[in-house]
């Protein structure tokens, strides 16, 4: 029975290797014929036109007939109750998630039609989890190693990370454990954002960024993005109502399709609206009564 067992694991490896053999390939990284300009985006307006998505061809959208537009340096909030389809729109914006119809374009440009590095290279994203991975914090900070010491040490000092690698053995070539485990979440999440600082591009986009952090630290992010990146366009996955308040249009979503897109003020006023509802569950809407305990996020996740 121990044999049997131990046949039947080692053979898991070699049905995963089967299915990784036949998955199909990503699109090119690098279309030649269509390679936009070095600086592009040069403004970062973004544009979703009747977009439609799903994770697999044998599931369902998980994106319906999805339409908006950003205008270029506008922050807009998107949220959602559970499974609404927040996040999905990022894998979208990535291409992660191909299109099963419609065309995303930022700056008039299809991003289905250039590369996959050309289109992720010019975004920068906080994720929820902050990635680091094993070697010198110098390479986790600028993968691509492109940045001088002058400009690393202007990006650590600008995200407040500065003082802390000055007392790391090594400094900016101190070692960074696998996974980041030699650095608290906060620490790991300045450092992404370091990373979209030195990375400079017009559009940012934050999935639900402050998540995984304390109040403390989640107000230090919030303070450097609206300072450093206020001329770039910021899209913000929410999950703390209060992050997405100040935004210039607030994108609420509903069981994959686009519910709400105005302004919060007009959100707010008007008490039928998906967004005021939510907001009445959180206490940082302003003359609003809390319908949660205090520090509960606006969804249940």
Known sequence: ???????????????????????????PRFIAETEPPADWPQHGALKFEHVDAKYRADLPL????VSFEI??????GVCGRTGAGKSSLTLILYRILELSAGRVSIDGVDVSRIGLHTLRSRL???????QSFEGTLRENLDPTGKATDAQLWAALDKCSLKRHVEGMDGKLDAHVDEGGSNLSQGQR???SLGR?????SKILVLDEATASVDPETDKELQKIIRTEFKDCTIFVIAHRIGTILDSDMILVMDAGRVAEFAS???????RGSIFSSLARGSKSAPGTAPATA??????KD
């Open 1 to 27: 029975m121990r044999s049997s067992t131990e046949v039947e694991t080692n053979l898991v490896s070699v049905e995963r290797l089967e299915e990784y053999r036949n998955l199909p390939s990503e699109a």
């Open 62 to 65: 998980v994106a319906k007939d």
């Open 71 to 76: 205008r270029a340096g506008d922050r807009v």
């Open 124 to 130: 920068s994203i906080l994720p929820q989890d902050a």
């Open 189 to 191: 999440q300045l450092m």
């Open 196 to 200: 979209a600082l030195l990375r400079n």
């Open 264 to 270: 919060p003020a007009e959100l707010l006023a008007n």
């Open 294 to 299: 205090p520090g509960t996020p606006m969804h």
